[in-house]
């Protein structure tokens, strides 16, 4: 499929922080989440704080038409990157984790990332299908969980 939805990323800002916990937290979310506990207000208030003022991770607002569709997240260690993304649960099944991925990648190439890689829970057979059509592989399965890597253009 090559009509992808048009999808923005843009920098995060403080002015998020809610539209990305609430995603954080979303049971769907959670669910094909490593950690599948609740994230607490004062801990995410805390984290984002940290990702906002910090100079490695990047943390990005995807929008379509203007609104907030999901988030994406890079967070570099010299040449490689380790990529999230979580899209509104309302909105999955439109091909939007693709086209945010498909974004990310060449926000990870402006930064200089020449490889990435995304850990994904063994069961997330959408999001392993997300992460292969836009390239990466798998490079190993381990803990219940399959990480895949791309090397960027």
Not at 86 to 104: C, F, W
Request: cysteine-free; aromatic content about 8%.
């Amino acid at each position: 499929m090559d009509d992808l939805p048009v999808i923005a990323l843009s920098p995060a800002t403080a002015e998020d922080s809610g539209f990305v916990l609430a995603l954080r937290n979303a049971p769907e979310t959670r669910r094909w989440s490593f950690s599948t506990d609740d994230v607490p207000e004062a801990a995410h208030q805390a984290w984002y704080a940290e990702t906002l003022m910090g100079t490695r991770r990047r943390l990005f607002i995807a929008t379509q038409h203007g609104l907030p569709v999901g988030y994406a997240r890079l967070d570099p260690q010299d040449e490689w990157a380790e990529v999230s993304i979580a899209v509104v649960p309302a909105l999955r099944g439109r091909h939007l984790g693709r086209a945010i991925l498909e974004v990310l990648v060449r926000e990870a190439a402006a930064l200089g990332v020449r490889w990435l890689r995304g850990r994904i829970l063994e069961d997330n057979h959408a999001s392993r299908a997300v992460f292969w059509k836009v390239g990466f592989t798998v490079e190993q399965w381990s803990d219940g969980g399959v990480t895949m890597i791309r090397r960027v253009p």
